[in-house]
């Protein structure tokens, strides 16, 4: 974890996978690292597949607050205070580079699958989203050991 002490996860509402990834990371590593999450856009709450599926693994999502980069701004969150912003979604890796075109930091793009719409009944939901949790999982252990 080379001198990194805060990430940024972004996606496209922050409802799904980069609220997922903050809990997930958090569950590995506590606050050795700040970390957070936003979306591009915020038009809607965190989702209950996710909130589901992390439950499942002892990460709780359901007091999360979805925000988005502009709201981070709002609220006096300095998006250039990030050592790392990870894009899990192609509009979060687009809308990263625009944020920090003025600031030095590391963008690095993860190509997370975005479980919704994907499946009719709910267990193939449930599935969807698994194998989502699974994907932020893995990629955080492969980049933080």
């Avoid at 409802?15 to 690292?33: D, N, T």
């Avoid at 205070?81 to 580079?97: K, Y």
Wanted: proline share 3%; with cysteine.
């Amino acid at each position: 974890m080379k001198n990194i002490q805060a990430v940024l996860f972004c996606c496209d509402h922050n409802a799904i996978r980069s609220p997922m990834a903050e809990g997930i990371f958090k569950k590995l590593y506590g606050k050795k690292i700040f970390v957070q999450s936003a979306g591009v856009k915020h038009d809607t709450e965190i989702d209950g597949f996710a909130i589901s599926v992390c439950e499942e693994i002892n990460v709780i999502l359901e007091r999360h607050q979805s925000r988005s980069f502009d709201e981070m701004e709002k609220w006096g969150d300095d998006i250039s205070s990030f050592d790392l912003i990870i894009a899990l979604s192609p509009a979060a890796q687009r809308a990263a580079l625009e944020y920090t075109r003025y600031f030095s930091l590391e963008i690095e793009y993860w190509p997370i699958l975005d479980p919704t719409g994907l499946h009719e009944d709910r267990a193939s939901i449930l599935k969807a989203y698994r194998l989502t949790r699974q994907q932020i999982t893995d990629k955080i252990v492969d980049r933080f050991g």
